[in-house]
């Protein structure tokens, strides 16, 4: 029998929100353990499964009926099956591999949440298990698997065959940059970072269609000189890592390499006015605190005072996919 309040919320309420590491690292578990990979051809039952792994058996039981359980698995019959997502986004097969973004959050991000009652009491980073080399190929790998989605949304939903030059500041690997320079052939472009980035997003971006069109420089972007003889600038997953100060600088420190009628698109996951909704964003709250000490999820209203401090004039908010969106603005 449930035991309910009276309002209708099972006892068990909190042990499922308090709990909620146990379905994530049982999911990221899974895909590290390759299961969605194996089931990738067709259903298969635990003894077949069993053979394909060489895992335990009763201990391979439990993690993929606790797949079944969180809806990622289906089990008909005996046999155990990736659903559609599960199918498209974990096995391997589909258009876009998500198995780096979990690892990322397996692998990094999860000791790094052990760390969160300290973090928020003493407002220092949180210290990653892993460094150096290791910790930057997990996190771009992550961040590639993660953005991509936002990314070809922003391609998609923006024309860009006006604009010559666009300075993607903090761009990373360049997952924001290629789907646009591939949907716009014209358009050429200059990816900003920190120089172990930079030197990453060489190896990355080597084999790329669009690697001649794109020029890397490294720098800092609250000290270094931004690249000048750009019509746009685009501002990815960056801000939530900063402190309001700091986007404030940046903004205007983008701005003034920029002349009047340059467009900004500054894509981040931005909230309501009350920072709570959309619910994965207030998490990842969290997240972008432990990385950096001061980082966090902003409001579209703080994006426009800040906008409208650094010479910028708001154009408006769109969303792009899931919980990433995007708010556009005009120099002026
Ligand atoms: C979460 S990643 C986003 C990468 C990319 N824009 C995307 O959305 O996929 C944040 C990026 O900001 C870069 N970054 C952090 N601090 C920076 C700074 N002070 N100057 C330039 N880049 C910086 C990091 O190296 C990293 O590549």
């Not at 390759?34 to 499964?49: M, Q, R, S, V």
């Not at 079944?68 to 391997?92: C, F, I, K, M």
């Not at 604009?163 to 591939?182: A, F, H, K, M, N």
């Not at 701005?255 to 981040?268: C, K, N, Q, S, T």
Request: proline residues 5%; hydrophobic residues 45%; glycine residues 10%.
């Amino acid at each position: 029998m449930t035991i309910r309040l009276p309002s209708g919320v099972d006892i068990d309420h909190f042990a499922v929100l308090g709990g909620g590491f146990m379905s994530a690292k049982m999911l990221c578990v899974a895909s590290e353990l390759g299961i969605f990979e194996k089931l990738a051809d067709g259903p298969l039952t635990l003894d077949e499964l069993q053979a394909a792994t060489q895992l335990p058996r009763r201990a391979l039981r439990v993690v993929i009926s606790g797949m079944v359980a969180l809806d990622v698995l289906t089990l008909d019959d005996g046999r155990y099956a990736n659903n559609a997502p599960a199918q498209e986004w974990l096995s391997g097969r589909g258009a876009h591999d998500m198995r780096p973004g979990l690892r990322l959050y397996d692998k990094l991000m999860y000791s790094m949440w052990l760390q969160l009652e300290h973090v928020i009491r003493s407002g220092t980073p949180a210290r990653p298990s892993t460094m150096g080399e290791e910790f930057a190929r997990i996190f771009s790998e992550g961040v590639e698997a993660w953005t991509r989605g936002g990314a070809i949304a922003l391609a998609e939903s923006y024309d860009l065959s006006s604009r010559q030059r666009l300075l993607d500041i903090g761009g990373g690997t360049g997952s924001y940059l290629v789907p646009l320079l591939e949907r716009h052939p014209a358009l050429r472009a200059t990816l900003f970072d920190l120089p172990p980035t930079i030197e990453i997003a060489r190896r990355r971006l080597a084999a790329a269609a669009v690697r001649d069109r794109i020029e890397l420089v490294d720098g800092d972007a609250f000290f270094d000189p931004l690249p000048a003889g750009h019509d746009a600038a685009l501002i990815a997953g960056f801000v939530h890592l900063f402190d309001p100060d700091k986007v404030v600088l940046v903004l205007r420190r983008t701005r003034e390499a920029m002349a009047p009628g340059a467009r900004l698109f500054i894509v981040d996951q931005w909230m309501d006015p009350t920072h709570t909704q959309p619910t994965f964003a207030a998490m990842l709250a969290g997240t972008y605190l432990m990385l950096s000490g001061s980082g966090d999820t902003y409001s579209v209203d703080e994006g426009r005072a800040w906008l409208a401090q650094t010479g910028w004039r708001f154009v408006e908010h769109k969303p792009l996919a899931g919980v990433t969106s995007v708010v556009v603005a005009e120099a002026v």
